[in-house]
């Protein structure tokens, strides 16, 4: 699929939470990037769509996005990996949810995330299922560690 916020959206998270962001490079390139947010309430609502809670114990990880000449090259599930492993050095931070078409839900259950239900968020006639990792402990030393 497409990355789901536009140009100003992505801008706009970059300048109120940059530590809440991640990018992958290659050769200068951006290749792949995740996009989060601060949040303090249990459900996401549409008031998640816009707003960064500094501080809050819930990180809303609003897009995840490869550049579709890179995908199917195992970079989605390690970028991701890499973000959750980020977000266990900050103190504050206890989960991270975001909302997923459910196509996506395999990909994220594999991360370890557990789906919520549906989202109270739609676009139009398109829905969305609320998955959530609940962080513990330090970061993981290796992927793949078998921990």
């Excluded at 947010?37 to 995840?64: E, Y």
């Excluded at 199917?72 to 990996?81: D, N, T, V, Y």
Aim: proline share 5%; glycine share 10%.
């Amino acid at each position: 699929g497409e990355c789901p916020l536009h140009m100003d959206e992505v801008r706009h998270f970059l300048e109120l939470c940059p530590d809440l962001s991640l990018g992958w490079f290659e050769e200068g390139r951006l290749v792949a990037f995740v996009i989060g947010s601060g949040w303090d309430k249990d459900k996401l609502s549409q008031d998640a769509m816009t707003i960064h809670v500094p501080g809050g114990p819930t990180v809303h990880i609003h897009v995840l996005a490869v550049h579709h000449r890179c995908r199917q090259q195992g970079k989605g599930p390690i970028i991701l990996w890499r973000y959750l492993q980020y977000l266990r050095c900050l103190p504050a931070v206890k989960r991270a949810v975001l909302m997923c078409e459910d196509f996506l839900i395999p990909f994220y259950q594999k991360a370890g995330f557990k789906e919520r239900g549906p989202s109270d968020i739609a676009v139009g006639s398109l829905t969305f299922t609320e998955m959530e990792y609940v962080l513990g402990g330090g970061a993981y030393l290796r992927r793949n560690s078998g921990f």
